[in-house]
């Protein structure tokens, strides 16, 4: 069993958007309307410079923790997933996610980062990590 | 997965031209990989975009009204001729032009279209792109611009580049260098992840890089760091330069450019005295200026001042190997008849870049002079990358017959007779010419979308219905491609085994001081401090062969109490290109458009406020836009990026606001007040 973990580096991050539409790229219809990333973009500022940068979820299970219905889980790579089925859309996960990367859909149920994992699975990385040409998205084995 | 093929594509969406690993399932892109940025990352929509021209169209009616009706590829064809060649027949071949937007692969068969029909007037976008800073370049060094050699640098002096957002991929470079120690300086009036990552950051106000350049000669000459014996064998002009930029000591350059005199002297004393060291340039920001060219010539100076030229380390014209091939840059503009822009800007052709200068193309249809105009095929051709766009607009009505080919239905192509449908670069393929002598392949991964058809293949077509005579294109495209490669030792056959790149049979090895042999191909056969061309028109034109400083702010008959802001347009962010990509829905959706940017003690002097609807006017015009403050910008300037149909920046631009030598405008200095706008 391995244990995934997707970084991001926020000295690195440049604001170049690019994980932020792959995200999209990677898991919605081209054609689709309005879709989300499940990476978000904030403004971060210190003395005389700020910047746009675009981080993504953790992984944390902050959401799993409250979802009343158990619809999320963390699957076996150590990626927090959603079962939609079981999602009752109280957005209770929605109010705890310190990074701000749950959303919810036309269907009024709770998507996220699936860390990309039916990528990994076949051996390659997650569209984020993949596209980035600074090294702030970036993928760990913890094992 | 059955079924999934994996080819390897360059993105066509800026010159970068990124590798792209394209999945291919069912004849349609599936997914994309790669180290990319936004604009890369959203190639799916830009391929499967809404607004793709799909099949030859003419218009119905009358010009302007966007109603088009499709026609077959032989009538669209059959048009052409009789159109282009009824015009060359009553007007002569003068009066057609033809224009090559991006991408820029196909040029060199364009020039040789141009070529066949008789037409001096073969112009592309780099009127108002990079053929300035070259032209630059060129007027000192009497070659093409020679970049740094980043491998063996100890020092590099980025010039106005925001690498990070205009070049995402080059990252890894800049972050090995600065793993390796070489130690940063950065010029740029924002504060940009490339500057923040510079040991020095010189924060100048827009269009004073000539005050600052000379002012960093004045340290570098009065302290005794220039390279004498160097300066003293191929430097023509050394004793005037050397009094002129006595008038640049530090205090005053303080003055002009903002940059505080203490740090000229630091980064003077960094760039001469830690080398080798070499200057990264930019295509465009010095020269979108009135006084750019000599701007530039300013900073190009310093380069053979402190001997960094063609040396291990500096700007060198062949510090990689090389292996030879044909077309690109070396198929000649015919130029037996006067070309447009040739009275205006004499330089342009005497430094031949091979194109003729078509700045002022609104003027050149509408007052038809030198002669008039009356055919334009365009490939990609927008009215937005020029000074008031709506006004060439409206000039394209003017002409007799309008052909326009290009990936989308853009707003310029609502003035087109006929509108033909190109491949972009993932239907189509192209041979790329990478560092060390490799040729590489972009490989077709899927069939054009309706019946759009490769640039070149669309040349040879209009070739072949005027019957033109053009002995490498009328072989074909294969062919053409095969030409290409011949002197390598390669062919297109070879590139398609082995798509990923291979080295040329013939390659010239990296070669520094050619110079002791060769000299310079400059009049005096030096590298020309004080240019003889730029003489020549000294009292026709009033150019200095001295690389001169003019404050843009002392450029008459501008009232600054009534437009105090200072205007600049286009410095690149990570999402746009030009106006090609706001059509794409991830890239749109990524801020607001148009972005009025300014910094927040602005926003509150002027009574605005953040993201609030408001004006921008300046002498020439105006546009509405969103505030949005940013520190990143220094107070009195107004950033707004170009192109955008609601709210173009570039309708604030004076058509006449020119660089006098390169005819390019002065899209990053000029000026303007910003207004809130009553909220309903």
């Known amino acids: 069993m391995r244990n995934y973990y997707i970084g991001f580096d926020k000295e690195k991050c440049v604001g170049c958007y690019a994980c932020y539409v792959i995200c999209q790229d990677a898991h919605s219809d081209i054609y689709e309307e309005n879709t989300n990333s499940f990476r978000t973009i904030c403004r971060v500022a210190e003395k005389g410079y700020e910047k746009n940068i675009c981080p993504g979820c953790i992984h944390c299970g902050r959401c799993m923790e409250v979802c009343p219905r158990q619809a999320v889980y963390r699957e076996e790579a150590g990626f927090i997933l959603v079962e939609q089925e079981k999602c009752i859309g109280c957005k209770r996960c929605e109010s705890v996610c310190p990074v701000k990367v749950i959303y919810f859909g036309k269907n009024g149920k709770m998507e996220k980062c699936d860390g990309c994992i039916e990528r990994i699975r076949k051996g390659r990385k997650p569209a984020c990590v993949e596209i980035c040409c600074t090294g702030a998205v970036y993928l760990e084995n913890k094992q | ?680």
């Not at chain 2, 990252?171 to 600065?178: D, I, S």
């Not at chain 2, 053009?470 to 290409?484: F, P, S, T």
């Not at chain 2, 836009?625 to 149909?645: A, P």
């Open chain 2, 1 to 680: 997965m059955p079924g999934r093929i994996l080819k390897k594509v360059n993105c066509g969406i800026c010159p970068s031209a990124c590798r792209i690993d394209t999945y291919v399932e069912n004849g349609k892109i599936a997914s994309i990989e790669g180290k990319l940025c936004s604009k890369g990352a959203a190639s799916r929509q830009y391929v499967y975009n809404k607004e793709r021209i799909l099949y030859p169209m003419k218009q119905t009616g009358e010009k302007g009204n966007g109603r088009f009706e499709r026609i077959s590829w032989g009538e669209a064809y059959g048009i052409i001729a009789d159109r282009l060649l009824e015009i060359r027949e009553s007007y002569g071949a003068q009066s057609a032009v033809f224009y090559a937007g991006y991408p820029k692969w196909y040029r060199p068969a364009l020039l040789r279209l141009s070529n066949a029909y008789g037409s001096p007037n073969f112009c592309t976008e780099s009127s108002t792109c990079f053929q300035a800073a070259a032209l630059a370049w060129r007027s000192t060094f009497g070659n093409q611009i020679c970049f740094p050699d980043m491998a063996h640098t100890n020092t590099l002096l980025i010039w106005s580049n925001n690498l990070y957002h205009s070049n995402t991929a080059m990252a890894g470079t800049y972050q090995r260098l600065k793993d390796r120690g070489v130690k940063i300086i950065a010029v740029d009036p924002r504060v940009t992840p490339t500057t923040r990552k510079a040991d020095i950051h010189l924060r100048l106000f827009p269009g004073t890089d000539g005050a600052l350049a000379l002012s960093m000669a004045y340290v570098i000459l009065t302290e005794k760091l220039y390279d004498k014996s160097f300066v003293e064998k191929y430097v023509y002009g050394f004793k005037e330069y050397e009094k002129y930029v006595h008038k640049f000591p530090p205090k005053r350059a303080q003055e002009i450019t903002g940059v505080d005199k203490k740090l000229i002297r630091k980064a003077a004393r960094l760039y001469a005295g830690s080398g080798p060291a070499g200057i990264l340039v930019s295509p465009s920001p010095v020269v979108h200026h009135v006084n750019g060219v000599q701007n530039y010539r300013a900073v190009h100076c310093l380069i053979a001042l402190t001997g960094n030229y063609d040396t291990l380390g500096g700007n060198c014209p062949n510090a990689e190997e090389a292996s030879p091939c044909n077309e690109f840059g070396k198929v000649k503009r015919f130029n037996g008849i006067e070309a447009i822009g040739e009275r205006d800007f004499p330089v342009w052709f005497d430094l031949s870049c091979e194109e003729a200068q078509c700045t002022k193309l609104a003027d050149y249809i509408m007052e038809e002079k030198p002669y008039p105009l009356k055919a334009l095929t365009g490939f990609g051709f927008s009215h937005r990358m020029w000074p008031q766009p709506e006004r060439l607009q409206e000039a394209l009505k003017k002409l007799d017959f309008f052909v326009n080919v290009d990936l989308f239905f853009s707003d310029s192509c609502r003035m087109a007779d006929i509108i033909l449908p190109a491949a972009t670069s993932f239907e189509r393929e192209e041979i790329c010419i990478r560092p060390g002598g490799v040729f590489s392949l972009s490989e077709k991964a899927v069939e054009p979308l309706g019946e759009a058809r490769n640039d070149i293949e669309i040349i040879i077509g209009m070739l072949k219905a005027m019957k033109l005579k053009d002995d490498v294109l009328k072989q074909g495209y294969e062919a053409y491609m095969d030409y290409i490669l011949k002197p390598s030792g390669l062919s297109l056959d070879m590139l398609r085994q082995s798509p990923e790149g291979l080295r040329g049979k013939v390659c010239i090895p990296p070669r520094f001081r050619s110079y002791e042999t060769e000299g310079f191909s400059t009049p005096s056969g030096k590298i020309e401090f004080v240019s003889q061309i730029l003489e020549r028109y000294r009292e026709s034109h009033g150019y200095s062969g001295l690389p001169w400083y003019r404050d843009f702010r002392e450029v008459p008959g501008i009232d600054r109490k009534k437009y105090p802001l200072i205007l600049n347009t286009g410095s690149r962010k990570p999402q746009y290109f030009h106006a090609r990509t706001y059509r794409i829905p991830y890239l749109a959706a990524l801020e607001d458009a148009t972005l009025i940017e300014m910094n927040p003690a602005d926003i509150k002097k002027y009574g605005l406020r953040e993201g609030r609807k408001a004006v921008v006017t300046s002498p020439a015009g105006s546009m509405e836009g969103i505030i949005r403050s940013s520190v990143n910008i220094l107070e009195g300037i107004v950033h707004i990026y170009h192109g955008n149909k609601n709210g173009d920046a570039n309708e604030l631009l004076d058509k006449d606001y020119l660089d006098p030598i390169s005819g390019f405008p002065g899209f990053k200095s000029y000026f303007c007040q910003v207004e809130g706008k009553e909220q309903p």
